[in-house]
């Protein structure tokens, strides 16, 4: 268990849209038309390479259909730039050095005068508002060497989701050049932390994977922990304390129904949904001693998965389901162990100085990032299932809590430098450290997957 969870439960005596607005959004999204695509990219990244070189891309304002719309071209291009440079794998180019003004999406660009100021890849789009009301945003991608259109589409949706548009067309860009899934059109889920030291009130939260569109989804009464995602429906688990026991809790975004899991006599920790998100699994206390247990959200039947002396916690199922990392003191000190999910023998697959906490499996199943603290230091770190690989990836004060971006590409994780804790990323290569703006303190980040 971290030493932040120890200090919060000793503590403990005895904007955004819903779901539905989302599944409307959904159906307005459907593809209106595909742009064919007419040649196979010549720029590529390759994200796998230990130095990578930023694509330089260029991105002109969105042409806007009337004056009207103008406010949410200028937005929509705002979002694609900022999601592109935040992600390290991209330099969008200052449109000061634009030579050519795209002003109909229709006609080719002039490729010598983008390849003047050396961008590689160009965005090009529109936005026009509708007899209806709701917008209509179209984009191209153009690969400046080759001077062929490398994919378009054009998208449908209410007006107020303009945002999810750029992040949309961001993930399209995104795996265009890099062959890889975006991770742009997700939310985070998060404790929100206000107020001093001594009296902090902490609130679940939902956002936008860039800060945009917070949303509190508790008022604070209780003390609410390590809040997750389930990977299969629009519904978050998370510890709540109050008055008598610890609970488990669902909670529905599109419905903002609570639903308790159960009252679990002693202390819970770290609830977790299986891949299916059918189960939760998590770690009761008895005694001096902690144990995995998972419970079958139908029936609410509980099944024991270790029978150990020790303290068995932070649990995480692999993407397919079938095995569980999870962080054990079994062996004298906190390290992480694997084992099948329906339990038994564990293998140990850390061991270097130090103690290892907070297992978390990527969605793409090659690394299990995780929460080291040694020589004084807090730091998070990612190794392949099988504990070889072992990176660290930043180093501070106190970082804790890792979880995976959808592509299993970023880690966001919340470092606490004394005032208050704050939400950063960090690409599994170790670049490109970034603070994700919040209102307020805040840590105990979940990732969503891709939203649908």
Not at 56 to 77: C, L, Y
Not at 323 to 335: A, L, T
Not at 386 to 408: K, V, W
Request: hydrophobic fraction near 35%; glycine fraction near 10%; include cysteine.
């Amino acid at each position: 268990m971290s030493k932040r969870r120890e200090q919060e439960l000793a503590q403990i005596s005895p904007s955004t849209f819903t779901r539905r607005q989302v599944l409307a959004l959904g159906a307005g999204l459907s593809l209106a038309s595909a742009i064919s695509i007419r040649a196979h990219a010549q720029t590529r990244l390759q994200v796998e390479s230990g130095n990578i070189q930023p694509i330089p891309i260029a991105i002109p304002n969105f042409v806007a259909g009337s004056q009207v719309d103008s406010e949410a071209a200028a937005g929509v291009t705002q979002v694609i730039t900022n999601n592109l440079r935040r992600s390290g794998l991209f330099l969008p180019i200052d449109q000061a050095a634009y030579i050519e003004k795209i002003t109909n999406i229709d006609v080719p660009p002039n490729f010598q005068s983008w390849r003047t100021i050396n961008a590689q890849a160009l965005v090009t789009g529109r936005v026009t508002r509708q007899p209806d009301g709701r917008l209509k945003a179209e984009f191209r991608l153009w690969d400046i060497f080759s001077g062929q259109q490398l994919t378009g589409h054009q998208y449908f949706t209410a007006a107020e989701f303009w945002r999810r548009i750029a992040h949309i067309i961001s993930d399209q860009v995104y795996e265009r050049l890099t062959g890889e899934k975006g991770y742009f059109d997700s939310r985070v889920v998060f404790v929100d932390e206000s107020g001093s030291k001594e009296r902090r009130v902490k609130r679940l939260a939902i956002m936008d994977q860039d800060g945009a569109n917070v949303r509190y989804l508790t008022r604070g009464e209780d003390l609410v922990l390590t809040p997750r995602f389930s990977p299969s429906t629009q519904e978050i688990t998370y510890m709540a304390f109050g008055q008598g026991d610890p609970r488990v809790l669902l909670y529905n975004i599109e419905t903002g129904q609570r639903e308790v899991v159960g009252n679990f006599p002693g202390m819970t920790f770290a609830p977790r949904f299986s891949p299916d998100g059918q189960r939760v699994i998590m770690s009761l206390q008895q005694g001096g001693n902690a144990n995995l247990f998972v419970m079958d959200l139908r029936s609410k039947s509980t099944t024991r998965l270790t029978d150990t002396p020790a303290i068995d916690t932070s649990p995480c199922y692999s993407p397919d389901g079938q095995r569980i990392c999870f962080e054990s003191d079994r062996g004298g000190k906190q390290q992480i162990y694997v084992m099948a999910a329906g339990g038994g023998g564990a293998q140990r697959i850390s061991f270097g100085d130090g103690n290892y906490s907070t297992p978390v499996w990527s969605p793409r199943g090659d690394y299990i990032a995780f929460t080291k603290l040694g020589g004084g230091n807090f730091s998070i770190g990612i190794m392949k299932p099988d504990g070889s690989g072992e990176r660290l990836l930043t180093s501070g004060y106190h970082n804790e809590g890792p979880t995976f971006a959808p592509n299993g590409r970023v880690v966001m994780f919340f470092r606490d430098a004394g005032a208050g804790p704050a939400l950063f990323t960090i690409d599994v290569s170790g670049r490109n450290e970034l603070r994700v703006p919040t209102p307020a303190f805040a840590s105990d980040p979940a990732w969503s997957p891709l939203l649908s």
